[in-house]
């Protein structure tokens, strides 16, 4: 039986700390809308690519091992998918705090 390490999977070791460290950045650059908009899009593209990066090394995987035919893949494999739904709440939430602080400026 073949196995995977994580020698073997370093460009994955790095998105994975991307797409955990990109969002609690975000958090912190309140002030910043922004740049905590960008980081925001920017940590979406990373969880996608992360996801298809994933697929391709699994399915790779799963070919070059005979006789598997598990297709499981567990709770885990939801999680960037969970990630990218909270993402993209984030951002609408981020953009409806800038129109409500361009607005609030046009009233003074």
Do not use: E, W
């Not at 790095?14 to 609690?24: E, G």
């Not at 091992?65 to 990630?83: C, E, Q, R």
Request: hydrophobic share 50%.
């Amino acid at each position: 039986m073949q196995h995977m390490r994580v020698n073997d999977n370093y460009p994955l070791v790095l998105i994975a700390v991307m797409i955990i460290a990109l969002p609690l950045i975000s958090i912190l650059l309140f002030k910043n809308r922004k740049q905590q908009k960008n980081l925001t899009v920017f940590s979406i593209i990373a969880s996608i690519s992360f996801i298809s990066t994933v697929l391709m090394r699994v399915s790779s995987f799963n070919k070059s091992i005979i006789g598997t035919s598990s297709s499981s893949y567990g709770v885990g494999a939801v999680l960037p998918f969970f990630a990218i739904i909270l993402l993209i709440l984030a951002y609408s939430g981020i953009n409806k705090d800038d129109k409500l602080v361009k607005s609030l400026d046009r009233l003074r």
